[in-house]
């Protein structure tokens, strides 16, 4: 049998870029997916997953990679400077009955969906066994951008979480918000990033802090994704951050019918 021969890629033929499978942008968004990126997330899925998880990251930018590589766009051993340099990461955050995957290249979420998980009986929620709350879908945003140096449209939207999980628009002194305040106010100051104060800083055991905590709903999501919009100069949101994080909860409690 004859060895196939690599195909010469056609005159105008483009490759496929992460931004035209996942929702991202920058930099990012217009590099082609390449076998070796793939290879990486494959391998970090499978040493944080136990195995490459169907419908992830790491199956479409196989599927993605295999085309590219088929019609002589890319080597087989090729990767984009963003995965090597920066490199690609899978990580996990555990909330009762469900755990988060967020899976990121170059520091850009690509993918953060929930799985079930076992729930031990006999524990007591006022929220339901099944749902997210606000404060543990702000853990999970110090887990997957916890580095991130607060600003003005973090604290905002981490204000707007906190008075969706309370009720209460008064800011607490000690509270979310009022750290959450200060922290925005210092880092606009600073000028080393490695003094500034990180998400991960604030956010680290989040549910603690609140005074009082809910289920996420997708009114919840909108209040915070619009405090968090219209504070960021470029009015964008944060890849896995705050927003994106209460968004996510949203969506997962909807989907299991915790309400």
Known sequence: MS????????????????????????????????????????????????????????????????QNEQAGLVGHLDVNDVASDRGVTVSETRVP????????????VVQQYAEPTPVQTGRVSAVGESAITIGEALEATAQTVGHKAVDQSDASAIQA???????????????????AQSAAAYNADCTRDEDKVKL?????????????????????????ASAELRNNPDETATPGGVAASVAAAARINENVGAF
Do not use: H, W
């Open 97 to 108: 009955g469900r755990r988060i995957i967020t899976e990121a290249v170059g520091g850009k």
């Open 200 to 224: 991960g800083d604030v956010l680290g055991g989040a549910t603690a802090k609140l005074a009082a905590d809910k289920a996420v709903t997708m009114e919840d999501a909108e209040r915070v």
């Open 3 to 66: 060895q196939e021969q690599p195909r010469r890629p056609q005159p105008g033929q483009d490759p496929i870029k992460y931004g035209d499978v996942f929702d991202v942008s920058g930099d990012l968004a217009k590099k082609p997916i390449a076998p070796e990126d793939a290879a990486m997330m494959q391998s970090a899925e499978t040493r944080v997953l136990g195995q490459t998880q169907l419908g992830g990251a790491a199956s479409v930018m196989q599927s993605a990679a295999t």
């Open 161 to 179: 979480a906190e008075v969706r999980a309370t009720g209460n628009n008064v800011t607490s002194p000690g509270g979310l918000a009022a750290m």
